[in-house]
């Protein structure tokens, strides 16, 4: 296998008195998916902070191509090639699609004061786009507001392909979707792959997470509890993880000594 993109090594991050991440370690490849699958206080949350730049770790490395960066800011990791999808995902609902895939980055035409937005060529670069991603909207510009929540996360993904990431990183893609609309996002995670984009999908859903990972880092409390590639996976062995592992079977012996 290459050399990963991305690599973590025995990160760990505190918050004043409470201890967030505690040695985990992470490697993400070019056209490969890992997925970070935890409940909530997992720690899922800092990770996502400290790979997007908004945290520094306390201790650890972080290795963009083989060598150590400290990424400063969200900027400074954006432009290492390093895209966050949020969850809650910064749009502008009544502006167009094509508006919102160039929101902050629009293209020009002519200099200085009789410089104007190119819209035509920021139309067709967004329906080419997201045509090359699978896709398929019937109009740009319609406000971005009126598709839903999958398709919205399709647009974000597409963006975040075209504007150069090699790491995109979806921050829980799926939570607050239908079965229709999260299998819509789980398949242009899979062309995000097939680009060769390395992804890093954060998730609590095991079912959601299989179809499309090759790797798997299970947190548990800010610590890592499960680390294996899909081979070793199944629904069952994420599940027992995520909800205890040896603490759970150990807590229902004593229960049953009650």
Known sequence: ?????????????????????????????????????????????TLIGI?????????????IDGIPTRLSSPRQALERGIATVYQDLAVVPLMPIWRNFF???ELTRGW??????????????????????????RD????????????????????????????????????ALGVKQSALVLRHIRHARERGLGVIFITHNPRHAMPVADRFLILGRGRTIGAFP???ASIERITALM????????????????
């Not at 990963?4 to 070019?30: C, M, Q, R, Y």
């Not at 790979?51 to 290795?63: F, K, R, Y």
């Not at 410089?115 to 398929?136: H, K, N, P, Y």
């Open 243 to 258: 909800a205890g592992g040896d603490e759970l079977d150990e807590l229902l012996r004593e229960l049953d000594q009650d």
């Open 112 to 137: 200085g004061p009789l410089s104007r937005l190119d819209i035509a060529t920021m139309r067709e670069i967004t329906r080419r786009e997201l045509a090359g991603m699978g896709i398929d909207l």
């Open 103 to 105: 929101l902050g980055q």
């Open 140 to 175: 740009v510009d319609q406000p971005i507001g009126t598709l839903s929540g999958g398709e919205r996360q399709s647009v974000a993904i597409a963006r975040a392909v075209y504007f150069g990431a090699r790491i995109l990183m979806l921050d829980e893609p799926t939570a």
């Open 1 to 45: 296998m290459n050399a990963p993109l991305l690599k973590l090594t025995g990160v760990g991050k505190t918050h004043g008195n409470v201890i967030s991440l505690t040695d985990v370690d992470l490697e993400v490849h070019a056209g490969s998916v890992t997925c970070v699958l935890g409940d909530n206080g997992a720690g899922k949350s």
């Open 230 to 232: 899909r081979e070793e």
């Open 51 to 63: 790979i997007s730049g908004n945290h520094a770790p306390d201790s650890g490395t972080l290795e």
